[in-house]
């Protein structure tokens, strides 16, 4: 990522590898954050084990902590387990907080983003070897941010995905449901004809402002979603 107005650091909680940009230097006060609300999930998982490992949708009770009951409701749209939504879970909780210290807000957790900017920013999109990597960002307006934009891949990285997209990107004012839809949207993308199918499981899950699908050399793209090109990979 590269841009000259804003502090970058980085926070590393056991599994969670935060890379953030802020106004000022918030390593301290990100970390507590995130010790925080790994707590909180962790707790949660001693009292139900099958939130780490369900696959499916699982309910929560009232009183569960606000991380759990988001990806819970994140995992109910998309149709997925609870864990697809824990690192945009994360980034958004910490993000949020952060807004206090903080105007702008760039968090970045494992190729999900939470963002809150003053100003447009380009994110550029790594679909790993597709030919798209590094030709295409998405072209982000301050007025709609706080936003979500989350990537889920199937032949990029160690995330479960059952299909083979080299790229799925969610945008939605959720970063939890941003990352649970990629999920779910990448499930079933195996092949460049698959594209299609993968629009219209978008579609049908509440909540999202757009998506971009990546296959190969192939591209398709719904909702509210403007591209521009970009000069390298991960440029913000």
């Known amino acids: 990522m590269e841009n000259q107005d804003l502090v970058p650091f980085r926070v590393i909680v056991r599994e969670t590898d935060l890379f953030l940009r802020a106004a000022v230097n918030l390593r301290d006060e990100t970390r507590a954050l995130v010790v925080k609300y790994r707590r909180a999930l962790e707790d ?32 109910r749209k998309s149709g997925v387990g609870p864990m697809a939504a824990v690192a945009g879970a994360i980034a958004e909780a910490v993000g949020r907080e952060l807004l206090s210290l903080s105007p702008e807000i760039i968090i970045e957790n494992g190729g999900d983003i939470y963002l809150k900017s003053l100003k447009k920013r380009v994110i550029g ?53 941003a990352d649970a839809a990629a999920t779910a949207i990448g499930n079933v993308v195996v092949m460049p004809e698959d594209i299609n199918q ?32 970009t000069a390298a990979p991960g440029k913000l």
């Open 198 to 229: 993968g629009i219209k499981k978008a579609q049908k899950i509440r909540g999202l402002k757009g998506v971009v699908i990546i296959k190969d050399e192939y591209l398709g793209i719904w909702g509210d979603v403007t591209l521009c090109p």
């Open 44 to 75: 949660y998982i001693g009292q139900d084990p099958r939130f780490l490992t369900s696959l499916k949708p699982l309910p929560v009770p009232p009183d569960a902590h606000p991380i759990v009951k988001d990806m819970a409701r994140a995992a």
């Open 125 to 177: 999109i790594y679909a790993g070897g597709s030919p798209l990597t590094g030709k295409i960002g998405l072209e982000i307006s301050g007025e709609d941010t706080p936003l979500g934009i989350c990537t889920s891949s199937g032949t990029v990285g160690h995330s479960l995905s059952f299909g083979q997209a080299d790229a799925v990107v969610v945008l939605a004012p959720s970063t939890a449901l």
